[in-house]
T-cell receptor, first 114, second 114 residues
């Protein structure tokens, strides 16, 4: 089975621009979570979606938003990019049958803001 | 709310020697505990998890961890490391309601020396 996939792998944006990151969960998984990993730190929780509804939100500004589609894929949007948004953005999926806490991570999208 | 402290940011160890990576957590509720490994330029891979039951948990690649509730610790151990174990290791905690996000430590960089 394919694991969690994310696109793009890398991208470079300029301050003030907008970015959209995409994630496809493992087949059968209905929950997607997004994490931000700044260089040298552990991942920080941004959002969790389950069955297309937001189930949790971390301590991030309103410039960050997300949604989940009927096929359970997800998008993370960041507006008005700041230099501090440069990070690895990780998507994780989980299944209610294995416990939503057991999360499987994708390879991440490396965002560089200049 | 939960928090995780990984006591060592870097651990160098010779090949075939044993290693212990330390993790302490704080929580006002019962928890689930996890160890993830991150190889360079990759996402996170689940090594092992503690949900309930036996406090000694065995994972992939010969790793094991022991949950100690009184000391609020979940240390990761391997009796004999290989060069291929060189990676970043993250301890994570979530509340056991099944719907709380993962909270990660800052990570421990394990460097195996030939």
């Amino acid at each position: 089975d394919a694991g969690v996939t994310q696109s793009p792998t890398h991208l470079i944006k300029t301050r003030g621009q907008h970015v959209t990151l995409r994630c496809s969960p493992i087949s059968g998984h209905k929950s997607v979570s997004w994490y931000q990993q700044v260089l040298g730190q552990g991942p920080q929780f941004i959002f969790q979606y389950y069955e297309k509804e937001e189930r949790g939100r971390g301590n991030f500004p309103d410039r960050f938003s997300a949604r989940q589609f009927p096929n359970y894929s997800s998008e993370l949007n960041v507006n008005a990019l700041l230099l501090g948004d440069s990070a690895l953005y990780l998507c994780a999926s989980s299944s209610p049958f294995r416990g939503l806490y057991e999360q499987y991570f994708g390879p991440g999208t490396r965002l560089t803001v200049t | 709310a939960q928090s995780v402290t990984q006591l060592d940011s870097q651990v160098p160890v010779f090949e075939e020697a044993p290693v212990e990576l330390r993790c302490n957590y704080s929580s006002s509720v019962s928890v689930y505990l996890f160890w993830y490994v991150q190889y360079p330029n990759q996402g996170l891979q689940l090594l092992l998890k503690y949900l309930s039951g036996s406090t000694l948990v065995k994972g992939i690649n010969g790793f094991e961890a022991e949950f100690n509730k009184s000391q609020t610790s979940f240390h990761l151990r391997k009796p004999s490391v290989h060069i291929s174990d060189t990676a970043e290791y993250f301890c994570a905690v979530s509340g056991n309601s099944g719907n709380t996000p993962l909270v990660f430590g800052k990570g421990t960089r394990l460097s195996v020396i030939a």
